[in-house]
């Protein structure tokens, strides 16, 4: 249970108890309102995120927002979770301040020659895909990059804290070409650099453009056009 649930339970229990006090003493608008503000934060309190188990078996979308192509889409929880980062900071402590809203990537990697994956919030380490897991999808999707959100911030208190996520395995679009021939890039009003994957960077809405058009405003993404 995270510390935004625990203090959420702990008002409604106070909450409860006041408006329980009122009542019999005669403060009936007090004590009813007492009730249902307790009623709102256990509510909150209690409510969880379905986080589910491994499902490798989904129906994955037929297209990304960002352009690709999701090939598959898995729900499982993060390993590694107690260990402590290169920098000395253990991930508990990390996961201990987050809530469960926040934005995570996944970073593929090898280690002792085998594929790996890192789960990160920002650029700390909260754990790793399963190595079993991370050995599968670099079989199956030898070209694929991984995109995740949280479903749940799991524990806390005397108990480990957990992070249960939903993995999307993307097929990035390849460049396309015009009707008269010509290589399409794709461009976003906050960027200023033409992108030959509509996923780079972290465009919002990109839209595609002609390259000779978009060279005549924008520079060539050193990440993507090489």
């Not at 003493?25 to 249902?36: K, L, Q, R």
């Not at 700390?124 to 911030?153: C, F, M, Q």
């Not at 992070?163 to 999307?168: A, F, G, K, S, V």
């Amino acid at each position: 249970m995270t510390k935004k649930k625990v203090i959420l339970l702990a008002a409604a229990a106070l909450f409860a108890v006041s408006g329980l006090t009122a009542l019999p003493s005669g403060n009936i608008t007090g004590g009813a309102g007492c009730i249902v503000v307790a009623a709102v934060c256990a509510y909150f309190g209690l409510k969880k995120k379905n986080a589910g188990k491994e499902n490798r078996n989904r129906t994955p979308a037929p297209a990304a927002a960002s352009g690709g192509r999701i090939l598959d889409t898995i729900r499982t929880k993060v390993v590694g979770v107690t260990f402590n980062n290169e920098d000395g900071e253990n991930r508990q402590d990390i996961l201990s301040r987050m809530s469960g809203s926040e934005d995570i990537t996944v970073e593929k990697y090898t280690y002792n020659g085998e594929p790996a994956a890192y789960v990160k919030w920002g650029d700390k380490v909260i754990g790793n895909l399963s190595a079993e897991l991370a050995g599968d999808l670099a079989r199956k999707y030898t070209k694929a990059r991984y995109t995740a959100e949280i479903l749940e911030i799991s524990g806390g208190g005397v108990q480990t804290f957990g992070c249960n996520i939903e993995l999307d395995v993307i097929e990035d679009a390849t460049p396309s070409v015009s009707q008269h021939g010509e290589t399409t890039v794709y461009v976003d009003r906050s960027n200023k650099k033409y992108h030959s994957k509509p996923n780079c960077s972290g465009m919002k809405n990109p839209k595609s453009i002609p390259l000779s058009q978009a060279k005549k405003k924008y520079t060539a993404c050193k990440k993507c056009c090489k």
